[in-house]
């Protein structure tokens, strides 16, 4: 059995989702003898971090970030402060020797992302990155699928991560919504969809991108109330939103096959569509977090063409990770369930000393990819992804 002292930074949403991950291993993951230790959280708001500490069974709790990472029975730092702070945090983490999981993108922008990767790079520690869309068991799956070649020669990609949360004009004005806090769009929905695609298909070359705001001014909120899924009275003062709502993507693979990506946080009907199409010479997938225990997958027969349309597929033991839930076909898993399997891949790195996937290299790739979408942005042209 091991024993891994756990300090998790910023205990919003995120860090509660991160918390619970924890609390979930010990059971969903008993036979790999790891086990959390919840030694101390920090956010700025004291309440919050009090009400942390008693609601998922920290030992301690602060006001100081600083003290997580100077606690001497912290080894794993959990970042989901907000993205403009990550970079100093993973940076005063590493250098203490400490492992590092951090919430995408990681930075405020790709270059703070790079400078994260290089500095727990050089330190060596283990790091993880909050791409958890990943470890959904039928993504998994579908990742087999092409990587045994049942659907040829890829030829074309689509993902996305169509999520309206912020379309309601009387949404307050977090930090998600200031460029001095980090990118829009394309930093916190696109990251995911450039990820997946880099998973499933591969590193992407040359790309030419755009960009919109259609919400150009949102409710100013009162420090500790409020978060991004909130709406206000519609009376408070406004404030400017001063990054993107929305991104689109013409890319080129290094493989050659051709994608578009796509991301909207204002967009009507669609509510969490992170997903993708697939197409290869000899079939296609499509998935969608909105149904994440269904994959559509389609197999050429040349012999009955006609009959060639997609089969539904439903999530069960048989695919990875399924089973650690739930012992049945067509019983789902949940968004939590894969923040637990995302927080025990990064703890058994540390264990085992080896890095996994997704680590931080992984956001620097996005990173780069996100720079030549900045670049073309300026340049309306193509851009050459520099990895």
């Not at 912290?74 to 100093?88: F, K």
């Not at 940076?91 to 930075?107: D, I, Q, S, T």
């Not at 400078?115 to 470890?135: K, L, P, Q, S």
């Not at 109330?225 to 693979?253: C, L, M, Q, W």
Request: hydrophobic letters at 35%.
């Amino acid at each position: 059995m091991t024993t891994i002292g756990i300090g998790v930074i910023g205990m919003g949403w995120m860090g509660q989702v991160h918390s619970r991950g924890y609390n979930q291993i010990k059971d969903r993951f008993y036979d790999s003898g790891i086990r959390p230790r919840l030694v101390i959280c920090a956010d700025d708001v004291e309440h919050r971090a009090r009400s942390s500490q008693d609601r998922f069974g920290f030992e301690q709790s602060t006001t100081h970030w600083r003290e997580v990472i100077d606690h001497p029975e912290v080894q794993a730092v959990n970042i989901t402060a907000p993205n403009g702070m990550h970079l100093e945090m993973v940076r005063a983490a590493a250098a203490a020797g400490k492992h590092v999981l951090c919430e995408k993108p990681v930075g405020r922008d790709p270059q703070q992302t790079i400078a994260a990767y290089e500095a727990a790079r050089d330190a060596g520690v283990i790091t993880g990155v909050g791409y958890n869309y990943r470890w959904a068991p039928l993504v998994q799956y579908a990742r087999q699928l092409i990587e045994s070649g049942e659907l040829g020669t890829l030829t074309h990609y689509h993902g996305r991560f169509l999520n309206g949360y912020a379309g309601n004009p009387n949404g307050f004005l977090s930090w998600r919504f200031e460029a001095e806090h980090g990118l829009g769009t394309l930093g916190d929905l696109l990251s995911h969809a450039i990820d997946m695609a880099h998973m499933l298909v591969g590193p992407i070359g040359r790309l030419t991108a755009s960009r919109e705001t259609f919400i150009k001014q949102r409710p100013i909120p009162q420090p500790g109330v409020g978060t991004h899924y909130d709406v206000a009275t519609g009376n408070e003062p406004k404030g400017d939103v001063t990054n993107e709502d929305y991104v689109s993507v013409i890319a080129r693979f290094v493989n050659g096959v051709q994608g578009i990506l796509e991301a909207c946080r204002v967009i009507n009907g669609a509510k969490c569509d992170m997903s993708f199409e697939v197409h290869g010479t000899k079939g296609a997938l499509k998935w969608t977090m909105e149904e994440m225990n269904v994959l559509h997958y389609q197999r050429r027969n040349d012999a009955t063409p006609a009959q060639d349309g997609y089969l539904r597929l439903l999530s069960g033991p048989a695919h990875p990770f399924h089973n650690r839930f739930n012992p049945a076909w067509g019983l789902n898993v949940g968004y939590d369930d894969l923040k637990v399997i995302e927080m025990y891949n990064f703890l058994d790195g540390i264990v085992t000393g080896q890095q996994g996937e997704p680590g931080l290299k992984a956001a620097y790739d996005v990173a780069q990819v996100e720079n030549a979408i900045i670049r073309s942005w300026d340049s309306e042209r193509w851009e050459t992804v520099q990895y």
